[in-house]
């Protein structure tokens, strides 16, 4: 429905993301190119090169961290432009430098990999559950796809092509019949299929999709839903198992859907989308409500205390909203792309971009902080408490360096009528319509921490077209207004039709007075609870803004009186509820355990996206509210 | 201040428990019996013997298994007695032959372990965070001080001084300055102490108490607290990691506390206790919050839906109060120990013994049940929707054996006053006081199906003693009547003393009415629900009890109107509260997310130690209240 545009083409400029896009080419890529040398994963591809053996350093999935930070740096180099081609020197030397050692440590049949196959290593293919060969690969190929886009190393796409023909061969109609653990190389592959427009790429994806759900996985502890093999793709009804799987899964099948014109199998990813952002997601578009297994809950399990909310889960979350949006041009995508921008990628790294949280909590009870596990300091994936410099499995940084360097893409796309703006923040489109019409426009906000879009028209046909903004579910009450004419625009999607000239404005409204919000009776874990919410922002209660002597956990909110929201931030009227230690936290009698409220104040929150910055600090997203009639 | 009775002085005799035991020698250790040898426990000693390399079957603690089960038939014998001697030969049989074969394996310097220590394996000592040697070797102390005290096995005591004298002089000041991953060594080697009188033993176990929480075991994930080596167990203030490490351990140090007479331990130990009670245990008296790391959480963390309760958390509970029982008089360690056995420990078995839970779930919301992970059909640890016949790590059939087969101790103690009662259920007692005074009495009773509990004395001295009875905390407005004459019993102790004459009765009334529990406000996760307690047995929503067409999920209960109990059992007033999916589940709308109350009835519930017996079901012991003013 939807056609993306290039990162030439929807540039962000300044504003929260555009900030954050410059952390990422200063701290983020560097910190990450950093950490890649020192824990040795780099360095298994050059021992890997020279044939001797060697222990590997890393979990399997190290080689993919290479890749992942050489699509970061492709895909910043394409948002940079030929004009920051001075800026980036130092970082195209760099992904030059990642190409060619990984490329000697190539096979000569295309196989690559750096923990298996060779004499003293386990055999290829040996071990599928956990292995994450193919999904190494997948990374490699998409890395080689934004590589290409970003009009850089020819090398690197040759090291791709040759390991996706590999790949062809060994999983193909008369190969091995079976998948890989981790959903990756499906998405690799279209995207391939993409940039080549070889089918046979296409094909294979399509294969690995229907493959999976047959039970070619070896079991394990975790169950074969872990890994989706539990059903196929076409029969599941909502997702399930590893979080991060299951959305690199469906956001693969979505590209299988599209590419080959399968709209059953694109109606039935919507239909699980829409059951699991019903019944399986944080009110900050977290997914994950397992620790143990890094998985999916049942339907409204979700402990804000035991909240994974992975990182990575976020990234793989938009990935999969992002290409139903194209396919279907629904907004609803969009808003839980917003949702999962500012309350899960957002807050995943410090200010200094040089740490990084892997699980995002939304309920954090203890300052103190689990001891690392190895003499580097590493923890294998970061405790909930505190952004961490890197992990033993540190997919998190990467990740998040790949998807904010092309993040511009996620702000518009077009079709034949016109351009169509999915999320606000400062940006310029420039683009070509299907049929040839230039248009390019300047959109300035201060969003999310204002409510007014301006946009402004810099080029344009003279024909009339189409301007579509997507009004977000949460701003019952927007306007849109054409060179100071306003309309209502209900929540969905507001299109202005007209012969635009240069200079024209276009200025959204949108309402973003704080509210308090109510969770499902279903989802146990926070009855009698609310959050609060500004526009897409989530807010939270953080320790060190509560007087001196409250708890974070021993605090009730009045929900009679509305939460106030100014320049100065947003407030809410909090009691201190003294509930002290009985001998046993149970009691036939109810008035034992009533709460006594004490002081009340006016206390502030802060973004969610933003906890954790001050020292160490408890945390709870979701506040109990005080029983009725005793909160004065 | 106790002195615990012989299983000869202290017996079950039918009832709630006193079936258990027949079901524990009928069925469960037979069955455990069967599974030991099928999947090649008791041959990995056979194997191990015989020299050859081979492939160890099982966990890093399989020999443990055979050890307890050697414990749980060695204490049937002695509860049995000499009248039981055809009933239990073919029981003695077996258990001749496990210490044969396990003897075999032992090696001449008195190392017994089938997983280390050979040429072809890892060495000696040299995983101790995960090895479980030193644990395998405290349970083969534990147990056969339990075979000698039934006056069996001469073969299997020496092995287990010759073991034990190894651990003395590997561990001890001059030697390996460790401790191992999971306590339980300290518990064997006082125990040993007790038995033979060998002060070494003791001394060993009392440095092992004092050498953890120094960081001497190596740092894996969870953390160091993960087995109580963050800290030393005197300077601990509330029990933290994995549950059953950290209640074994105090378990042992309560031991060594007592038999070195320090005070100052024991009184640290009586607060970890107080504050774990206070802060960590669900309302079934299970521990555990963490499906991870099989741990404890933060304080007042108790989901239950992910409740861990782990059947061994129950017994090593019961083995922690019951130290500190004996050694304080404390009614509230009787307390405990009565709330685990009918909420944790009588939950485990399936009414066959022939299936059992691993972990005991306070909330199931889903029939379905994972595909076991391997061929034989076992999974690691058993889900916590159905009991499970054996698992690989199936530490809780044997451990709830050789609980079932010694639980007549924890009825009664003496001390030079008297005679006192701790948990009620048929059962005599037959002792002999410090000054050479016989008493004898008899209990009957329905307990925990009726409050009356008779204890008739049969045989008396003729002077004066006291009688003691355990007031249960949850027993407000008990009664004890003395030959008909009636007096009031608060919770704690009430105790009679006169020169009781053979024939004379002690009444004690108990109200037993059905009861709403509360919980702590600090107890985010059943915010705004209720459980129902009768007696010391919690009560459970199973959804086989709900009219047609309602769900565990979506009923709220009126706490306006108490819960009824009769001889039908115990009943609530619910309603049916109808909850559509929305697209999202929150809401900036109360209105949007409020429940529909639809249809009202009484329900009954089911026993929490019962439910799962009739087919799927879905269950839940926190019941959502319904909001004020709106049940009707």
């Not at 590493?378 to 790949?402: D, H, I, K, M, Y």
Request: proline content about 5%; hydrophobic content about 40%; aromatic content about 8%.
């Amino acid at each position: 429905v939807f056609t993306p545009l290039g990162l030439d083409e929807s540039r962000l400029a300044g504003g929260f993301w555009g900030e954050r896009q410059e952390l990422n080419h200063d701290a983020i890529i560097p910190h990450a190119l950093h950490w890649l040398e020192r824990a040795g994963w780099v360095g298994n591809f050059d021992d890997a090169a020279s044939g001797r053996p060697y222990e590997h350093r890393g979990m399997e999935f190290a080689d993919s961290e290479i890749y992942k930070i050489i699509e970061a740096i492709s895909w910043d180099r394409a948002r940079t432009g030929p004009g920051g081609a001075d800026l980036h020197a130092h970082l195209d030397a760099a992904l030059d430098g990642l190409v060619d050692r990984l490329a000697a440590a190539q096979d000569a049949d295309g196989y690559l990999h750096t923990l298996f196959g060779r004499a003293w290593q386990r055999p290829r293919y040996s071990d599928l559950s956990w292995g994450h060969e193919l999904y190494c690969f997948g990374h490699l190929l998409q890395s080689a796809v934004a590589n290409a886009r970003a009009g850089a190393n020819a090398k690197y796409l040759q090291v791709a092509t040759a390991l996706a023909d590999h790949v062809c061969v060994m999983f193909g109609e008369n190969g091995l019949r079976m998948v890989c653990g981790h959903a990756e190389i499906e998405l690799g592959l279209v995207e391939l299929y993409r940039l080549t427009g070889v089918r046979r790429y296409l094909d294979q994806a399509a294969l690995f999709i229907d493959r999976r759900g047959a039970g070619t996985l070896p079991r394990i502890e975790y169950g074969s839903a872990y890994a989706q093999d539990d059903m196929p793709v076409r029969e599941a009804t909502v997702l399930r198992g590893h979080v991060v799987r299951a959305l690199y899964l469906s956001a693969g099948a979505t590209d299988v859907a599209v590419e080959t014109g399968d709209a059953e199998l694109l109606r039935v990813l919507e239909t699980q989308w829409a059951n699991t952002v019903a019944t399986r997601v944080y009110v900050t578009g977290g997914m994950g409500s397992h620790h143990n297994d890094e998985a999916f809950g049942l339907d409204y399990v979700l402990p804000p205390d035991r909240s994974y909310c992975e990182t990575c889960a976020g990234v793989a979350s938009i990935m999969f909203s992002w290409r139903l949006l194209l396919a279907t041009g629904k907004s609803r995508y969009a808003d839980l792309i917003e949702r999962t921008l500012y309350n899960v990628l957002a807050a995943s790294p410090a200010r200094d971009g040089r740490a990084f949280f892997y699980a995002n909590t939304l309920h954090q009870r203890s300052v103190s902080v689990p001891a690392p596990v190895n003499a580097d300091g590493l923890c294998l994936r970061g405790a909930s408490s505190r952004r961490e410099a890197w992990f033993e499995a540190s997919c998190c940084p990467t990740n998040l360096a790949r998807t904010l360097a092309s993040l511009g893409a996620l702000w518009a796309t077009k079709d034949a009528e016109g351009v169509q703006i999915h999320q606000y923040g400062g940006a310029s489109v420039d683009t070509v319509l299907a049929d040839g019409r230039r248009v390019g426009l300047d959109m300035e906000t201060e969003f999310p921490h204002a409510g007014t879009v301006t946009i402004t028209i810099r080029e344009s046909p003279g024909t009339p077209w189409t301007l579509s903004l997507r009004v977000p579910e949460w701003a019952e009450g927007a306007s849109v207004s054409v060179n100071g004419v306003a309309e209502e625009a209900a929540p969905g999607v507001a299109s202005v039709t007209r012969p635009f000239a240069a200079g024209d404005t276009v200025v959204l409204e949108l309402p973003i007075e704080a509210r308090f919000v109510f969770p499902h009776p279903r989802v146990d874990a926070v009855r009698g609870c609310v959050a609060v919410q500004r526009g897409p922002v989530v807010y939270a209660l953080e320790s060190v803004d509560l007087p001196h002597g409250w708890s974070t956990e021993a605090t009730v909110v009045d929900v009679s009186k509305p939460p106030m929201s100014d320049s100065d931030g947003v407030r809410v009227h909090l009691s201190s509820a003294d509930s002290p230690a009985r001998d046993f936290p149970y009691s036939v009698s109810a008035a034992d355990v009533a709460p006594d409220l004490a002081a009340s104040a006016e206390v502030p929150l802060t973004p969610y996206h933003d906890w954790a910055n001050r020292g160490p600090s408890t945390m709870r997203v979701w506040i109990p509210t005080s029983p009725v009639g005793t909160a004065e």
